[in-house]
């Protein structure tokens, strides 16, 4: 199974989060997620609105257009990245760019 797929709305991602790392960033690819650390604890729902900034950043879209469809409170999550014909390509490259 891959960690993303594209649906009629945009590319939906399994997302692991790892709360509490020094460091906000992508670890690989973990139990088909998308393996994400990130600085913030998972407290008040800052956790995800850091992983919602940083993806925003990684995939040059909107912060506002992201959203979190699946795992509001877990640390396994499925976020919708809403894209057209031209950000598709851009997001899937990235994605497949992954170790």
């Known amino acids: 199974m891959e960690f993303f797929r594209t649906t009629d709305k945009g590319v939906v991602v399994n997302i692991a989060v790892q709360p509490r790392s020094s ?6 690819i973990h139990n088909n997620a ?3 650390k990130l600085t913030s604890p998972p407290v008040d729902g800052e956790a995800n609105k850091t ?22 409170t877990s640390r396994s999550k499925q976020v919708l990245i809403p894209v057209d014909d ?13 170790p």
Request: avoid cysteine; charge should be positive; proline fraction near 2%.
């Open 23 to 28: 460091k906000t960033m992508i670890a690989g």
């Open 86 to 98: 031209t950000t598709r390509d851009r997001v899937i490259s990235i994605l497949e760019s992954q």
């Open 34 to 36: 998308l393996k994400v």
């Open 51 to 72: 992983l919602i900034k940083f993806l925003s950043k990684l995939f040059k879209v909107p912060k506002s257009a992201l959203e979190i469809i699946k795992g509001e």
